[in-house]
């Protein structure tokens, strides 16, 4: 019912290519004091000690209506705030990718190591009404000491991946509405993104054709087009809590592949832990995140007509905050996608570009509206 059907530019895709429920311990001798923290509908008691910052709080899921799954999301690592005794302050945070509950605990500097995040976790899992089946991770520097840790959980699969949207997002609001209100915090400088190499898709799974589109906003919002039940092999991220700051009224940026394999395209891409699309500039290529650090160079950027289209792409998505889409159907005329996938480009940097204007056609089946930003045909 939201086909994307394109008349106007496609791209020929290359043939060759380079390379808190938040629970928390409680301490009967702390001293009481409040503390406000972002989980839609819970206000959290906190209990300060010399050794950790303990919370107590009620499940969420009664006042968002998530419920549970078998998918966790966890990060461990130091916050922007150092203590009196000059240490910095280190966070296990914890939730689900339906967001049904979220758990905040400080832990002191001399229990950072994978024994004590072990007891931590297993803790965790023993008090869940849902037990995990997976936990994912996207902290790159603290992969060894997670890995370890999670290893001899009973029935839990460690998993590195940057398909971690709800912990991503509750993250950001903390960092914006929590940490800046603590005693000793300081603001952290931007971290450098690690330098990778992209690597060159198989060619039996290359598509033939790509285009550069944008969809309404409000078709994933509740009530719109799109849903879980309508996307083949993919997948929706969650949108970001309170709307993001994104206007009802924006146009969230895509790619749309077409090919005639685009079942096994999609069915591939459904089992690549797929996290975002990226347009870099610098280096003319359009690259498909996948896994904790693995880059795929779906396509090079030749043209001048291409190379618009890219940066438009890529300043969209700083409207949308990191959302964006990417659609494999057979052709523009397809009456579904084979697999579509929202997606939220977690290194996202953004910047003051201005957006430029799109043209637009109808999507067959659907009051949405698909756009292209070009009219141009370029052979790759």
Known sequence: GYSIVMHAVVVLLATQSAHVHARVLANAHAHATTLQLPIPGCVLRARTCPQKLVLSAVSTAATTGAVGCGQWELDFYSRPVQGADGKKLWELLVT????????????????????????????????????????????????????????????????????????????????????????????????????????????????????????????????????????????????????????????????????????????????????????ILESRELHLEVGLDTQYLLARIRTAEQQLEAELFEEGKVRTSGLHFISVQNNAESESPDGFWLLKDVELQANDSAWDATWCWPLKGSSARVRARGRSVARM
């Open 96 to 279: 689900d990718a339906a967001g049904s509950f979220y758990h905040a605990e400080a832990v002191p500097s001399n229990c950072v190591n994978s024994r004590e995040l072990r007891k931590r976790v297993q803790r965790l899992i023993d008090d869940a009404d849902v037990k995990p089946a997976s936990i994912r991770f996207f902290r790159i520097q603290m992969k060894n000491m997670i890995t370890i840790a999670l290893s001899d959980l009973s029935g839990v699969r460690c998993q590195p991946s940057r398909v971690t949207y709800r912990l991503y997002d509750w993250m950001d609001t903390r960092e914006r509405e929590v940490y800046p209100g603590m005693a000793g915090y300081r603001k952290p400088r931007p971290e450098a993104l690690p330098v990778k190499l992209p690597i060159k898709l198989p060619d039996q799974l290359r598509g033939e054709q790509y285009a550069f589109v944008t969809l309404p906003y409000a078709e994933f919002l509740p009530g719109g087009g799109i849903t879980a039940e309508n996307v083949g092999f993919g997948t929706l991220c969650p949108l970001p809590s309170q709307g993001g700051h994104i206007a009802e009224d924006a146009m969230v940026p895509g790619v749309v592949i077409f090919s005639k394999r685009s079942a096994a395209i999609a069915a591939w891409l459904a089992g690549t832990d797929l996290a975002f699309v990226k347009a």
